[in-house]
C-alpha cells in the first residue's frame, strides 16, 4: 500500500522554505515528508533542523509521495527527469491516489514536464521566498491532466504558505519576474535606505529598523486601505518640502525605470531557461 508522503527533490533555498512551512503549519507531519537532496550536509541540516526522512535517491522520494515537489534548478530537471523515467508514479484507477507533481523551477513549461513525466498531473508554480514566513504568493497553472482533486492538493499546500492566483501558464514568465525574483529587488531597497541613513548620520542598526519598518508599513498601508501608490506618494509629498526633494532623486537615477527594466530582463530569463 502507498504511503503518502509529501516529497521533496531538491532541498535548497526555495525548497527548504516550503517545507519548513508546511512542517509548521502541520500541512505535513515530519514523518510524511520526505527530501531528496545530494549533499550530505545538507541532508543532516534538514534532517536535524525538520525531523523529516532524507534521501539521496529521487526515485525513492518520488515512489512514496502523493505530491511531489520539484525544486532543483532548471538546469538540472534533466538529470531529475533520467532519475524519474519509467516510475509509476502513484499508477492508481483512483485519481485521488495519483501523484500530484509540483514544480516551481522558473521557466520549464508544463509541456515539458507532461512529456517527461508521462501526462502525469502537474501543477506549475511561482511562489517566492517570503513563503518561509507564510507572506508569499504563488501563482500556479494547471497541467492537462489536472483534476479539482489534483489542483486543490496544491492550493492546499501554496495556500499554507501565503495567498495562491491561479494565471494563464503564458504569464508565468512574468510572474517570475516579478514575485518570484521580487524579494531580491525589495531587499536591496531595504539595504540602500538603510546605507542612506547612515550616510545622514544615523546609527546602523537605528538605520536598518526604520528602512525594514518604512516598506513594511508602506505595504501594509497599501494594502489595508487599497489606496493607490501614487496616491501615497503624492500625500507624502509636502509642497516644497523633503520628500519632493527625494523624489526628484529618485527620478533623476531613473529608479522606476531600473525596476520595470529589472522585472522585464527577470522575465526573459525565465523565458530562457525553458528553451
Ligand atoms: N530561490 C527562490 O527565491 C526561488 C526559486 N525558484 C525555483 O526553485 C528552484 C530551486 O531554486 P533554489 O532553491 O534557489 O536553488 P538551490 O540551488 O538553493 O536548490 C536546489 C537544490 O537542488 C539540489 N540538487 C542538485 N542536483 C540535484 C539532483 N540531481 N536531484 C535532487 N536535488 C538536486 C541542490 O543540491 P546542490 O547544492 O548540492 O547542487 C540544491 O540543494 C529553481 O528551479 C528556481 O527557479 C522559484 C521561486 C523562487
Ligand atoms: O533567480 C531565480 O532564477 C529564481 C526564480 C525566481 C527567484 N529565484
Do not use: W
Not at 541532508?43 to 532524507?54: D, I, M, S, W
Not at 511561482?126 to 497541467?143: F, L, Q, R
Not at 510572474?175 to 550616510?199: H, I, K, N, Q, R
Request: a negative charge.
Amino acid at each position: 500500500m502507498t504511503e503518502f508522503k509529501f516529497g521533496l527533490i531538491g532541498g535548497g533555498v526555495m525548497g527548504e522554505a516550503l517545507l519548513s512551512r508546511l512542517i509548521a503549519q502541520k500541512i505535513y507531519s515530519p514523518q510524511d515528508a520526505i527530501v531528496s537532496e545530494p549533499q550530505a550536509q545538507r541532508r543532516a541540516v534538514l534532517q536535524q533542523q525538520y525531523g523529516v526522512e532524507v534521501t539521496d535517491d529521487n526515485r525513492k522520494a518520488a515512489e512514496v509521495s502523493e505530491v511531489l515537489l520539484l525544486a532543483v534548478k532548471p538546469q538540472i530537471l534533466d538529470a531529475v527527469i533520467s532519475d524519474l523515467a519509467a516510475l509509476s508514479l502513484g499508477d492508481t484507477p483512483n485519481p485521488e491516489s495519483e501523484t500530484v507533481i509540483i514544480s516551481i523551477l522558473a521557466g520549464v513549461p508544463l509541456s515539458k514536464l507532461e512529456s517527461a513525466f508521462l501526462h502525469r498531473p502537474v501543477v506549475r508554480v511561482m511562489p517566492n521566498t517570503p513563503a518561509t514566513v507564510g507572506a508569499g504568493i504563488s501563482a500556479i497553472a494547471a497541467g492537462k491532466a489536472v483534476k479539482p482533486d489534483h489542483l486543490e492538493r496544491a492550493q492546499n499546500i501554496l495556500g499554507a504558505v501565503g495567498e495562491v492566483v491561479e494565471v494563464p501558464e503564458s504569464l508565468l514568465d512574468a510572474v517570475t519576474g516579478l514575485s518570484g525574483s521580487g524579494p531580491a529587488y525589495v531587499a536591496l531597497m531595504v539595504e540602500a535606505l538603510s546605507d542612506g541613513g547612515v550616510a545622514a548620520g544615523l546609527p546602523r542598526a537605528i538605520a536598518s529598523k526604520l528602512a525594514l519598518q518604512t516598506v513594511l508599513g508602506t505595504a501594509e498601508l497599501l494594502q489595508q486601505t487599497g489606496m493607490h501608490p501614487a496616491e501615497l506618494k503624492d500625500r507624502v509629498t509636502s509642497p516644497g518640502g523633503t520628500t519632493i526633494a527625494g523624489v526628484g532623486k529618485l527620478e533623476q537615477a531613473a529608479f522606476r525605470s531600473a525596476l520595470i527594466e529589472a522585472v522585464k530582463a527577470a522575465c526573459e530569463r525565465s523565458k530562457e531557461l525553458g528553451r
